[in-house]
């Protein structure tokens, strides 16, 4: 049976670590600031801003949220990340996606200054990921490198699958396991016989969105599993991972929930301290 990777106890780790963080900054008189823009009214959106206050309150983060009408326009939003840009009291911005689809996201997380892209999407970001230099790495997928760190999986020389090709998670974490030294092959909706190039994987990182559609028969025996799924449906909550087929089969495996989710917050409050501590420094 697979180890189970237990994202709750790597969080709260994480968290209390980031919780060190702030409490030095207060010692030097900084209070670590994190300001989330919300446009619209997503309920899963407005979950994860809960969420996230929640973490900031007992990490020591002052949480600033910025909550906006759905018809907020195009310039009312890139003007609001420019005050949050000039206000030197806020360390890190988060702007809560998806965004309404009448708005560009992608002008809009351009517009965050790349001192303060505490989730790792600005264009910055990605580019110095690529070029192996320092900057904020998407908070998914550097959660899910901490969790493997938590469990000693060490990915050097593995072959590793990522199932689902998107800046937010795909691409940053098939770049952070290159990083690691792991052989990557990144699959999507176009890859010829998907399930044949899972059964490769040492290490395979399910980043799709469909409910359960990776069953035993894309998993090698032995492999590591990650799901970084979040699927909502009428069962409650389940992963790309259909957890009941995998699991007999796996080394470890990481559950929905309880598993990368938790992580995502946790990576969060870590950049946000790292943006506070860089910018006393200036």
Do not use: W
């Amino acid at each position: 049976m697979a180890t189970i990777i237990d994202g709750l106890a790597v969080a709260a780790s994480v968290r209390e670590r980031a919780a060190d963080g702030a409490r030095a900054l207060e010692a030097r008189g900084v209070t670590p600031c994190l300001a989330v823009v919300l446009v619209g009214d997503d309920p899963a959106s407005a979950s994860y801003v809960r969420m996230k206050e929640r973490d900031c309150a007992a990490v020591g983060i002052e949480s600033r949220d910025h909550r906006l009408p759905e018809a907020t326009s195009q310039s009312e939003v890139e003007g609001l990340v420019a005050a949050l840009n000039a206000d030197e009291s806020v360390h890190g911005i988060l702007v809560q996606l998806p965004l309404p689809a009448h708005l560009d996201s992608e002008a809009v997380l351009a517009r965050i200054a790349p001192a303060k892209d505490v989730d790792g999407l600005h264009p910055e970001s990605l580019g110095r990921l690529v070029r192996g230099l320092d900057g904020f790495r998407a908070c998914t997928p550097a959660g899910v490198m901490e969790m493997l760190r938590a469990y000693d999986i060490d990915p050097s020389g593995m072959r590793a699958v990522v199932v689902g090709r998107s800046s937010i998670v795909g691409k940053p974490m098939a770049l952070l396991l290159l990083e690691a030294n792991a052989t990557v092959t990144v699959c999507h909706s176009r890859t010829r016989d998907l399930p044949a190039v899972c059964r490769e994987a040492d290490l395979l990182v399910a980043a799709i969105g469909r409910p359960k559609m990776i069953d035993a028969s894309y998993v090698k025996p032995g492999a590591v599993v990650i799901d970084v799924g979040i699927n909502r449906t009428d069962e409650g909550m389940v992963g790309d991972v259909d957890f009941a087929s995998v699991e007999p089969i796996a080394s470890a495996i990481t559950p929905v929930p309880g598993g990368v989710g938790p992580m995502t917050r946790a990576m969060l409050m870590v950049n946000t301290i790292a943006a506070a501590e860089a910018a006393s420094r200036v």
